[in-house]
Every structure is written in structure tokens, then in C-alpha cells.
């Protein structure tokens, strides 16, 4: 066990919709890491932010959006979904910002029919 | 920037025999590395980090890399395979201050 939480573990809803996706870090942990995981792109990072600020975008469509909260935990907001953004979605935190170890919840796996 | 390339994409060994996963790395910097572990339908696990200390890394469950500048490799070998070692096995450099960059990962299978 990471530490690192993840609700919900399953998600299915329709295409068009809006879901949101939640993670707590590990304690003590400042930093929160987003991925998408699909069998076509791979691991594919989206977005980290660091207490509470928004520090580095990767590969995230302009669909979604994430914030972190005072007390640290995070959610990634996907709205207007596609048969496409089928995926498994991790969170990752860190102690710090930075060549820190990421611990990994265990991930929710999003299916857009 | 950096990057990293897992040179084979699946490995297939028999139970006892050594493993090898390949991994080469760009950086512009001192980079840190890593190895990750996935289990299906698991999140990632940590194995190992190399952080500019002793060159020769271990990790959990037997697993050890080696760093090697003058080649920018970061390997990962096992004396002895174990079906339980059967996973996707992922290599991630991080210059210091930037973020992650996994590479493609590495299908190990074990064969009994």
C-alpha cells in the first residue's frame, strides 16, 4: 500500500458527460501527479501541482482541468468525454517538487460508453 | 530535455534464469532514474533510485541497475526470475527540478 488513495476505483458513464476524479496524497506529501494510462498512448503524464499551485502540464487536453485544495488533495475534472478518454487514470505524490519518488494510488479506470 | 528508451518493449524468460531489461537515458544534467513496477490492474511500485550516489543500485525483491554515464544506461537485472516477477517494468529519468519522463515500459513474461 502507497498510501496514496483513489476514489472511485471504477467509473462508467456515458459520452458527453462530465465525471471527477479524486486523490490524497500520501501524508506529508506536497506534490500531486497526474497520468492517464491507455493500451494505444501509454503512461502519459497531465498535470502536476505543488501545494496547491499548478506546476508543470504535460500531455492534458483542454477538456480536462485539476486543482489541489488546502488540505492537499486533488481532483482531475474530465468533461465532455469521448469514447477515446477510456483509460485507467493514476495519481502520483511526492514529498517535494522535483527528482522525488512518486508513490501511485491504484488508480480509477474510467470507461466512456 | 530528458528522455528515455526502453530498447525492448517484451522480455520472455524461464523461471531461474536472469533477467535483463534494458533502459538508456538523455539528460542534460546529473539525472536522477528510476524503475517502476506494474502489476496488472495495479498502480506503480517503486523498485529502485538512483540518485548520483553509489552507481550500483539495489532495490526491493532482488532487483538491482546499474548506472553507466560513459553509456547512459541504467539496466535492470535479476540473478533469478520468479513467476511473481511477471509485470510491466517502467524506466523514468528526472533532471533535477523537472518532472518525470517514463519510458515505454517493458513487458516481462516468466515462463514455468
Known amino acids: 500500500d502507497s498510501g496514496v488513495t483513489q476514489t472511485p476505483k471504477h467509473l462508467i458513464t456515458a459520452t458527453g458527460q462530465r465525471v471527477t476524479l479524486r486523490c490524497s496524497p500520501r501524508?506529508?506529501?506536497?506534490?500531486v501527479y497526474w497520468y492517464q494510462q491507455s493500451l494505444d498512448q501509454g503512461l502519459q503524464f497531465l498535470i502536476h501541482?505543488?501545494?496547491?499551485?499548478?506546476?508543470a502540464k504535460g500531455n492534458i487536453l483542454e477538456r480536462f482541468s485539476a486543482q489541489q485544495f488546502p488540505d492537499l488533495h486533488s481532483e482531475l475534472n474530465l468533461s465532455s468525454l469521448e469514447l477515446g478518454d477510456s483509460a485507467l487514470y493514476f495519481c502520483?505524490?511526492?514529498?517535494?517538487?522535483?527528482?522525488?519518488?512518486?508513490?501511485f494510488g491504484p488508480g480509477t479506470r474510467l470507461t466512456v460508453t | 530535455a530528458q528522455s528515455v528508451t526502453q530498447l525492448d518493449s517484451h522480455v520472455s524468460v524461464s523461471e531461474g534464469t536472469p533477467v535483463l531489461l534494458r533502459c538508456n537515458y538523455s539528460?542534460?544534467?546529473?539525472?536522477?532514474l528510476f524503475w517502476y513496477v506494474q502489476h496488472p490492474n495495479k498502480g506503480l511500485q517503486l523498485l529502485l533510485k538512483?540518485?548520483?550516489?553509489?552507481?550500483l543500485v539495489k532495490g526491493i525483491n532482488g532487483f538491482e541497475a546499474e548506472f553507466k554515464k560513459s553509456e547512459t544506461s541504467f539496466h535492470l537485472t535479476k540473478p533469478s526470475a520468479h513467476m511473481s516477477d511477471a509485470a510491466e517494468y517502467f524506466c523514468?529519468?528526472?533532471?533535477?527540478?523537472?518532472?518525470?519522463?517514463f519510458g515505454a515500459g517493458t513487458r516481462l513474461t516468466v515462463k514455468p
Open positions: 539528460s542534460s544534467y546529473s539525472p536522477s
Open positions: 502520483a505524490s511526492s514529498v517535494s517538487a522535483g527528482s522525488y519518488e512518486q508513490y
Open positions: 538512483y540518485t548520483s550516489a553509489a552507481t
Open positions: 501524508s506529508g506529501d506536497l506534490s
Open positions: 501541482y505543488y501545494n496547491g499551485e499548478e506546476r
Open positions: 523514468v529519468v528526472s533532471d533535477w527540478g523537472d518532472d518525470m519522463r
